[in-house]
């Protein structure tokens, strides 16, 4: 489950998205690379190797303060804030949300093989899914990872087509950033960008005053241990369409269709986030019972 072990189980668990769809995704295009089989029909004495890079038990207590708070003083989500430039045809779409969970589990949401918790309830079908990925090169925390994603698109809210999209992906596991660049999207001339999951320390100016922190460890340190860390996500999209359609009206709806699917993705991320906090977080027994094996690199030397 990518980066996650007991957090991965634990998203599955708690995540909303019905059984029933989730039965029906095919694995069987899905690439992978050795590291990334599918264990489930290995003999149950073998056990995955997975390297993280980040610190596993902070993380769950960041959930357990999280799952706390949520009970006395809900979180409310904050709306995503979306600004649309356009220069010389080249569309630019800057997105900024706030998620009141761990940046390591916003980050895993959008690197999960099975291709995160964008489901569409009102109408049962995914907005967004992972439908082939496969490792091209992988060096530490950072990869490269090839990605074949259907992607749901209303048109003129009377029917809804899938439209395939073939990225090239380069992720940072450590620095939590992502670049993407198109290998095939149909009608775009261009669609490349780029996301980063970064800590917002919620709890900062109650408690700890005048000191505000610059790390993680400050923030743990001046806050005696009870400051929540939540998630800022900053996504940056370009996409360019070929001609007729980058001429209004064309370019009009594509470009209002493309913000409409980018709001229902991020509501998605918002409700995960939301099951997460209302869930209790896996115990420590638990998490010890896992089946996979995992090696945490606190200190990895940047490539």
């Known amino acids: ?30 690439s992978k690379s ?8 290995a003999p149950a004495k073998k056990k995955k190797k997975v390297v993280i890079y980040y610190d596993e038990k902070e993380d769950r207590r960041q959930e357990r303060l999280w799952h706390k708070a949520e009970k006395k003083h809900p979180w409310h989500n904050p709306p995503p804030k979306i600004k649309v430039t356009n220069k ?29 918790p964008f489901f569409d309830y009102k109408k049962w079908r995914d907005i967004m899914k992972n439908t082939s990925r496969k490792v091209l090169k992988e060096n530490g925390p950072k990869r490269v990872i090839m990605v074949e994603k259907a992607l749901a ?7 809804t087509i899938s439209i395939p999209i073939h990225l090239t992906m380069e992720e940072n596991r450590k620095d939590l ?16 960008g ?21 790390s993680p460890e400050e923030y743990k340190k001046c806050s005696g241990g ?26 009009w709806f594509i470009r209002g269709n493309t913000i409409k699917t980018s709001k229902k993705l991020l509501n998605g991320i918002q409700d995960l986030a939301s099951s997460f906090r ?26």
């Open 1 to 30: 489950m990518g980066v996650f072990t007991g957090f991965g189980s634990w998203i599955n668990q708690n995540s909303q998205e019905p059984l029933k769809a989730e039965s029906k995704r095919s694995e069987n295009g899905e």
């Open 34 to 41: 050795a590291s990334e089989k599918d264990t489930n029909n």
């Open 88 to 116: 010389k045809g080249l569309y630019h779409m800057n997105i900024e949300l706030t998620v009141g969970t761990t940046p390591n589990i916003v980050y895993y949401v959008f690197t999960d093989p099975k291709g995160g």
């Open 153 to 159: 698109y209303n048109i003129l809210s009377l029917t």
């Open 177 to 192: 950033t992502t670049n993407y660049k198109k290998g095939k999207v149909i009608l775009m001339k261009e669609f490349h």
């Open 194 to 214: 780029n996301y980063k999951v970064e800590p917002i320390y919620v709890d900062q100016e109650r408690l700890c005053k005048k000191r505000l922190p610059k």
């Open 226 to 251: 009870q400051g929540r860390i939540g998630s800022k996500l900053t996504i940056n999209h370009y996409f360019q369409p070929y001609r007729p359609f980058n001429i209004p009206p064309l370019s």
């Open 278 to 303: 209302q869930a209790e977080p896996p115990s420590e027994e638990d998490m010890e019972a896992s089946e996979i094996d995992t090696v945490e690199v606190h200190n990895f030397l940047k490539i």
